[in-house]
C-alpha cells in the first residue's frame, strides 16, 4: 500500500529558512582577531580626535564672532568718527544752489544774465528720459538698484585699476558724486571718501531717486561756466532741455566726468568720442534700439548757442544790474534766480544803439584825421604783411568782414587818387571820394572846414588804419571807406511819457571801450536845453506865450543873483527890440531868457525845476536861464517828459517786476503820477517847444511828419550839444561831447551834433505808430492876438494870429466899447 504524501495548502505562507551570516576574512581568520584591550585603545583615539575638532570648531566660531564683533566695531568707530561735523542732509530739502538772475525786454525776450554759476534750474518732470537714461549710462547704471553705495563697482573698478596699473575707472555712484558737490571738499583722501560714502547712504535714506537724480542734474558742471542740464543744453545746442534729441542727450551726458576735456567746442574728436561712448552704452543696456542707437552715432555734432544769453543792451542791463545790487545786494542778484522783467523795448535799443554809433562816426570825421593807428616797414614780403593783417583782426582764412565791422588794414600802396589795402580776406580799394574827410584835424579854410584833395596826402605805405567794407567789384576787389572810432561820446534816454517805462538808454559809442553811463552818470551843462523850464515858470508865474520882454543889451551889476558886469548876448551876437515869449524861446535867445527869469525871480525859478525832478545843484544866479549849471542827461529828459504827460509827474523806472525764483513777485514799482503843474502851464510850454520845431533851431526835426516838441542845447565853445523832444507816446533826450570837456568842432551845435542821432532814432521807433496829437486840457484856449503887442484883438481881425493861453490868464483887449463883439475862444 502506497502510503500518501499529504499536499500543503498553496494559501499557505512558506517560511524562509533563516540565512547564514556572512563573516569577514577577519573574523573567519582566528589570527587576525582584534584583542579586546586594543578595542579599548582605538575607542579612546576616536574620542580625542572628535574631541579635538570640536574644540578647533569651537575655537573657530569664537575666533570669527570676535572678527564680525571687531568688524562691526571698527565700522561703528569709522562711522563715529567720520559722521563727526557732516552736515545735516536733510538741509537739501531747502537747498537753493546758485542760479542765474535773468533779464528780459517789454516783450519778455531775454536780454542779458547775471550769474557766478550758470544755471537754470528745471523740474526733473521737464527733464527728458534720454537725457536721465544716458547719464546714468556712463555714470552709474544700478543707480535705481543701489543704497548709495555701489558695491559691485567699487570692486568692477578696484579690479581694473589694478590690472592697468592706474586709476582708470572709478566707482562713485551718482548719490556719491552729489554728496561730494554739495557738502565736501573734492580733495583725493580717503577720509573724503569715507564721508562721502556716509552722505550717500544718508541721502537715499532721505530722499528719493527721482529727487537726487534731478538735483544732479540741475547741479553738476557741464563746462563753459554751465552748471545743470537746462544751461548746458543752451550753451551747446541752443535749445531748451526738454527738447534734446538722442545723440545731444549723450553729448550732454558725456560732460561731467571732464567737462573741459570732452567740449566740443575745444576738442571736438573727444567730444564726438565720448558722446558715442555713452550713445552705445545706452544701446547696450536697452535705452534705446539698435536702429536709435546706429542713427545717433552717425549724426554729426551740430553746436548752436542760444542767441538770447548775449548781452544786447550793455548800458541799460548794467543800469538794471547796480540797482538790483543796491536793493538786494550781490548774492540775491548773481545767485538767487532772479526774473527781472525791464521795460526796455529791444527794437529800440538796438535802434539807439545804431544811430549812436553811426552819427558819432559821422561827426567824428568832421573833426579832421588823427593818422594812422601804427606803421610797419612797407617793404616786408607780401606774405608776411597778409599774416601780420589777419593777426591785427584774427581773421580766419578768406572770411571777408561783415559791412557794419570796422577792421583794421595795411596800406601797400598809394597814388593820387586811391590807395591799395592789403585786408585778412584780400585786398582792397580807398578811393578818394571814400576818404575826403581826411584832413589834419581842425584845419579850416574860410571858417569852413576843408577836404583833402589827393589820397597821398593823408596815407602812406605800412600805415595801419581803420577801414569799412563799402562793396566788391566784379574783380574781386573790395572797395573801402576810411574809417577811425570817434574819440567824441554821446547819452541817449528815452522815456514813455505815460508810464515813465525807460524804452531805451544808450551812455556811450562803445560799452566795452567805456562803461561809463554818460545818460545817468555824466553831469554837463544842457545850455539852452534848459531854457523851456525857465519859460515854463514864466507861463505859471503869470507870462503868456504874447508876453513881449525887450531883446536889448543889459549889463548887470554884481548882486546875488548875477555876476559883475555880465553883460549876456544872444548866440547871433545881435538885439532883436520886443520879442514874445514864443519868438524868444522859439529862436533860443538868450537876454530875453534872462530878463525873464530876472522879472519872476530866481529862487522860483530853482524851485520850479526842482518840481520837475531836476535833482542836481542849481547855482542861484541868473546865468542858470542858459543852463550854466550842470545836470544829467536822465534828469532834463524825465522834466521834457512831464510837459508831455500833462504837467503829471511819473518817476522812471526801467524795471515792470521781479520775480524770485519760485516765480512770486519780489518787487513791482508804486506808481504815484503827482500834478506837478497845470495841464494849462505843461501844454502851452508844449506848444511853445512846437514853435522850436517849425521856425527855430529844431526844425531838422520837421521830417518826422508828426507833432514834436523839443528844444536845442550848446554850451560855450561848442562843448556840449543836446536835443530833448518828445512826442505824445515817447520822450527822447540827446547829449553829444568829449568827456574832457573839450570843444567838439567848429560849428558844432545841438542841432547838427545831437539832431542827427535822435531823429534817427525816433524815426525807427515811430516808424508803425500812429500820428497823435497833444491832447489840450480843459484850462486853456485859444484866442486871437496882435504879434506885436500881444494884446487880444477882434476874432475877424485878419492881421491877427491865434495864440494859446491859461483860462484864468488871458492878455488885454485892444478893443472894448459895448458894440465889438466878445471873443470866446476855442
Known amino acids: ?217 540741475n547741479q553738476i558742471y557741464y563746462g563753459h561756466g554751465t552748471y545743470g542740464v537746462e544751461a548746458a543744453s543752451r550753451n551747446y545746442f541752443g535749445k531748451h532741455v526738454e527738447e534734446l534729441t538722442i545723440e545731444e542727450c549723450a553729448m550732454i551726458a558725456a560732460l561731467p566726468k571732464a567737462p573741459n576735456n570732452y567740449s566740443p567746442y575745444r576738442n571736438m574728436k573727444k567730444a564726438k568720442k565720448r558722446r558715442n561712448h555713452a550713445i552705445r552704452r545706452m544701446g547696450t543696456l536697452g535705452f534705446i534700439t539698435p536702429e536709435e542707437e546706429k542713427k545717433a552715432l552717425d549724426t554729426p555734432v551740430i553746436l548752436n548757442k542760444m542767441k538770447g544769453d548775449l548781452n544786447k543792451t550793455p548800458y541799460f542791463t548794467e543800469y538794471i544790474r547796480r540797482w538790483i545790487q543796491d536793493k538786494y545786494g550781490s548774492s540775491k542778484l548773481y545767485r538767487a534766480g532772479l526774473k527781472v522783467f525791464t521795460t526796455v523795448n529791444l527794437e529800440y535799443q538796438l535802434a539807439a544803439q545804431r544811430a549812436i554809433k553811426e552819427n558819432l562816426r559821422s561827426a567824428d570825421k568832421r573833426y579832421g584825421y588823427r593818422g594812422p593807428l601804427e606803421s610797419i616797414d612797407p617793404t616786408l614780403p607780401k606774405s608776411l604783411i597778409i599774416q601780420k593783417t589777419r593777426a591785427l583782426n584774427e581773421f580766419d582764412k578768406g572770411k571777408i568782414p561783415n559791412e557794419d565791422d570796422l577792421f583794421k588794414g595795411i596800406v601797400t600802396e598809394v597814388s593820387k587818387d586811391e590807395a591799395l589795402i592789403q585786408i585778412g580776406a584780400g585786398e582792397g580799394i580807398i578811393e578818394l571820394s571814400d576818404m575826403q574827410w581826411a584832413r589834419p584835424p581842425n584845419v579850416k579854410l574860410d571858417g569852413r572846414y576843408q577836404k583833402i584833395s589827393r589820397v597821398d596826402q593823408a596815407l602812406s605805405p605800412g600805415d595801419v588804419v581803420l577801414l569799412k567794407v563799402l562793396g566788391m567789384r566784379p574783380d574781386g576787389i573790395f572797395t573801402l571807406s576810411l574809417e577811425q572810432e570817434p574819440e567824441v561820446e554821446s547819452g541817449l534816454i528815452s522815456i514813455s511819457p505815460a508810464t515813465g517805462h525807460i524804452k531805451a538808454m544808450v551812455g556811450g559809442y562803445d560799452f566795452s571801450r567805456s562803461e561809463f553811463n554818460r545818460a545817468l552818470q555824466a553831469v554837463r551843462q544842457p545850455g539852452s536845453a534848459f531854457k523851456p523850464i525857465v519859460f515854463a515858470a514864466g507861463i505859471e508865474n503869470g507870462f503868456t506865450p504874447a508876453s513881449i520882454i525887450v531883446d536889448s543889451p543889459v549889463i548887470f551889476k554884481e548882486t546875488e543873483y548875477t555876476f559883475d558886469k555880465w553883460k549876456p548876448v544872444n548866440f547871433e551876437k545881435k538885439f532883436y527890440g520886443p520879442t514874445s515869449i514864443r519868438t524868444a524861446l522859439t529862436h533860443s535867445r538868450n537876454v530875453v531868457t534872462i530878463k525873464l527869469l530876472q522879472k519872476i525871480g530866481v529862487q522860483r525859478g530853482i524851485e520850479f525845476a526842482k518840481k520837475l525832478g531836476i535833482n542836481s545843484l542849481l547855482e542861484e ?181 491865434f495864440e494859446v493861453f491859461m483860462r484864468d490868464n488871458l492878455p488885454e483887449r485892444t478893443f472894448g466899447s459895448a458894440s465889438s463883439p466878445k471873443q470866446e475862444g476855442y
Not at 120 to 133: C, G
Not at 659 to 684: C, H, M, N, S, T
Open 1 to 217: 500500500m502506497v502510503k500518501k504524501i499529504p499536499q500543503k495548502d498553496p494559501s499557505e505562507k512558506k517560511t524562509p529558512l533563516p540565512r547564514k551570516r556572512k563573516t569577514s576574512k577577519k573574523e573567519d581568520d582566528p589570527k587576525k582577531t582584534v584583542p579586546p584591550e586594543k578595542k579599548k585603545r582605538k575607542k579612546k583615539r576616536k574620542k580625542k580626535k572628535s574631541s579635538f575638532f570640536k574644540t578647533l570648531f569651537l575655537f573657530l566660531l569664537i575666533l570669527s564672532s570676535f572678527g564680525i564683533l571687531a568688524g562691526f566695531g571698527g565700522a561703528y568707530f569709522i562711522y563715529t568718527k567720520y559722521s563727526e561735523g557732516l552736515p545735516d542732509v536733510k538741509t537739501l530739502k531747502d537747498y537753493h544752489p546758485s542760479t542765474i538772475t535773468q533779464v528780459y525786454s517789454d516783450a519778455d525776450e531775454l536780454i542779458a544774465q547775471f550769474y557766478v554759476e550758470k544755471r537754470i534750474m528745471v523740474p526733473i518732470e521737464k527733464i527728458p528720459l534720454l537725457l536721465k537714461q544716458a547719464t546714468m549710462a556712463v555714470e552709474d547704471s544700478n543707480f535705481y538698484s543701489h543704497f548709495g553705495i555701489d558695491l559691485k563697482a567699487i570692486s568692477r573698478a578696484m579690479i581694473t585699476n589694478f590690472k592697468a596699473g592706474r586709476v582708470v575707472e572709478g566707482g562713485s555712484t551718482i548719490t556719491q558724486q552729489l554728496s561730494k558737490t554739495l557738502f565736501l571738499t573734492p580733495q583725493k583722501k580717503l577720509e573724503r571718501k569715507i564721508r562721502e560714502a556716509i552722505l550717500s547712504v544718508r541721502l537715499e535714506q532721505f530722499f528719493t531717486k527721482d529727487e537726487i537724480l534731478g538735483t544732479y542734474l
Open 621 to 801: 544866479n541868473l546865468s542858470i536861464a542858459l543852463g550854466s549849471s550842470g545836470m544829467t542827461l536822465f534828469d532834463i529828459t524825465a522834466a521834457y517828459a512831464i510837459f508831455a504827460n500833462m504837467g503829471s509827474k511819473i518817476e522812471p523806472t526801467g524795471i515792470r517786476y521781479i520775480k524770485d525764483r519760485d516765480d512770486k513777485i519780489l518787487y513791482k514799482p508804486e506808481v504815484f503820477p503827482q500834478q506837478v503843474i497845470a495841464p494849462g502851464v505843461a501844454y502851452i510850454t508844449t506848444s511853445l517847444m512846437e514853435s522850436v520845431v517849425q521856425h527855430g533851431t529844431g526844425k531838422k526835426v520837421k521830417v518826422l511828419n508828426r507833432p514834436v516838441a523839443g528844444k536845442t542845447g550848446t554850451t560855450n565853445d561848442f562843448i556840449d550839444a543836446w536835443f530833448i523832444g518828445y512826442t505824445p507816446e515817447l520822450a527822447t533826450g540827446v547829449w553829444v561831447g568829449k568827456d574832457k570837456d573839450e570843444p567838439l568842432g567848429y560849428n558844432e551845435t545841438g542841432s547838427r551834433a545831437a539832431i542827427p542821432i535822435w531823429l534817427q532814432y525816433m524815426q525807427s521807433a515811430l516808424q508803425d505808430a500812429p500820428i497823435k496829437n497833444f491832447p489840450m486840457p480843459d484850462d486853456v484856449l485859444f484866442l486871437k492876438i496882435d504879434k506885436k503887442t500881444g494884446k487880444q484883438v477882434n476874432f475877424g481881425d485878419k492881421k491877427g494870429s
